[in-house]
């Protein structure tokens, strides 16, 4: 990759957004759908991501909580407990995350039903899954490949997964007969 010291912010930025039009575009068009059924079918769920992914996990477990969902984030001391009628929904960009495995053998245990999300749906942890969100994006198991994005390790796959939950929440809006006015009902007044 080329020096990128004396690059302009809007020259990298304009870099970066290629990137993330390109994953887009390789994005299949009902990649969401079988995520959407399993959040409209699950009594509660459980999130999962560690690192960066994490934090995109986060702010999904909280659009989903705006939407009135029994959403809980692995780790959290108030997390209940998984089982039948639940699902669990595990982040592995780069197709392994031994603790990810750990979490899904629980859940498996316990009857609840599992999602992952992955740029490697040919991974070993999205391998046991039910539902498996692809989004093709570069993660820290293929950054040094050429055609690499300018982004560092897994940025596009974290940027992209944030902005494809946002899509993934404007469907269940829909279908859940939310609005932006009852979502904003749900927002926390203690900050």
Do not use: C
Not at 2 to 22: C, M, T
Not at 74 to 98: E, F, K, Q, R
Request: aromatic share 4%.
């Amino acid at each position: 990759m080329a020096d990128i010291a004396g690059e302009s912010l809007p020259n990298l930025a304009a870099q970066a957004l290629g990137d993330l039009a390109r994953v887009f575009d390789r994005v299949a068009p009902n990649a969401a759908e079988a995520l959407i059924e399993a959040i409209v079918a699950a009594k509660r769920i459980a999130i999962y991501g560690a690192g960066r992914e994490g934090l995109q996990m986060d702010g999904f477990a909280m659009r989903l909580f705006h939407l009135g969902r029994d959403v809980h984030v692995v780790g959290d001391m108030t997390t209940p407990p998984i089982g039948p009628g639940d699902l669990l929904i595990v982040s592995a960009g780069p197709g392994a995350s031994n603790i990810g495995d750990v979490l899904i053998s629980v859940a498996k245990q316990a009857g609840a039903k599992i999602a992952v999300v992955t740029a490697q749906p040919g991974g070993r942890t999205p391998a046991p899954a039910d539902v498996v969100f692809h989004i093709p994006a570069q993660t820290m198991a293929d950054d040094r490949v050429g055609g690499a994005s300018i982004l560092p390790m897994g940025s596009l796959f974290e940027t992209a997964q944030m902005i494809l939950f946002e899509m993934v929440i404007l469907r269940l809006r829909a279908r859940l007969g939310e609005t932006a006015e009852s979502m904003r009902a749900r927002h926390t007044n203690l900050e």
